[in-house]
């Protein structure tokens, strides 16, 4: 079961790998806040921590194709090293963002150089990975009319505007 629509959820986190390297982790920045049922959050993730009691932890486990997706041999594209702006660093392993004409913006990072044929991955960073989290329910609440229609938690940790 997942949350009801229109909830603000308040959560910490420590997000590790499978190795259990921490890749990400909310202790520095804050809890974060979001909207129930909005893709704010994995959908995985929310339907695990909706049957969580407010003020208790749980370790979720989630396989990559419930998290960011299975890595895909079709989002790698070779390019002539001309592609690339004259003065652009091209090393292996560097992400950058491309731009489209319509604005669009597309993050990708260099997987492989080889002579003058570069190969971009525009994979999720995280495609492939199994995660795990930590996480700590620190509140549910009902979002206010003008979160409702913002589409976004205000307050501590959320929009500031
Ligand atoms: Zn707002």
């Given at each position: 079961?997942?949350?009801e629509p229109n909830k603000v959820v308040t959560m910490n986190y420590?997000?590790?790998?499978?190795?259990?390297?921490?890749i990400d982790s909310s202790r520095e920045r804050g809890s974060l806040?979001?909207?129930s049922c909005t893709n704010q959050v994995l959908p995985k993730l929310e339907e695990a921590m909706s049957t969580m009691l407010i003020g208790t932890k749980?370790?979720?486990?989630l396989d990559a194709a419930d998290a960011y997706g299975e890595y895909n041999n079709d989002a790698l594209q070779v390019v002539d090293k001309s592609a690339f702006p004259k003065d652009a660093a091209i090393e292996e392993g560097i992400g950058y963002i491309s731009?489209?004409?319509n604005g669009q913006q597309t993050p990708f990072k260099i997987s492989k150089i080889d002579g003058d044929e570069i190969t971009l991955d525009f994979n999720h960073p995280l495609a492939g990975v199994n995660l795990e989290f930590e996480v700590e329910l620190l509140d549910v609440r009902n979002a206010t009319e003008e979160e409702k229609s913002h589409g976004h938690v205000h307050g501590p940790n959320g929009h500031n505007h």
């Amino acid at each position: 079961m997942p949350f009801e629509p229109n909830k603000v959820v308040t959560m910490n986190y420590d997000l590790k790998d499978a190795d259990g390297t921490i890749i990400d982790s909310s202790r520095e920045r804050g809890s974060l806040s979001f909207l129930s049922c909005t893709n704010q959050v994995l959908p995985k993730l929310e339907e695990a921590m909706s049957t969580m009691l407010i003020g208790t932890k749980k370790n979720i486990k989630l396989d990559a194709a419930d998290a960011y997706g299975e890595y895909n041999n079709d989002a790698l594209q070779v390019v002539d090293k001309s592609a690339f702006p004259k003065d652009a660093a091209i090393e292996e392993g560097i992400g950058y963002i491309s731009t489209a004409e319509n604005g669009q913006q597309t993050p990708f990072k260099i997987s492989k150089i080889d002579g003058d044929e570069i190969t971009l991955d525009f994979n999720h960073p995280l495609a492939g990975v199994n995660l795990e989290f930590e996480v700590e329910l620190l509140d549910v609440r009902n979002a206010t009319e003008e979160e409702k229609s913002h589409g976004h938690v205000h307050g501590p940790n959320g929009h500031n505007h």
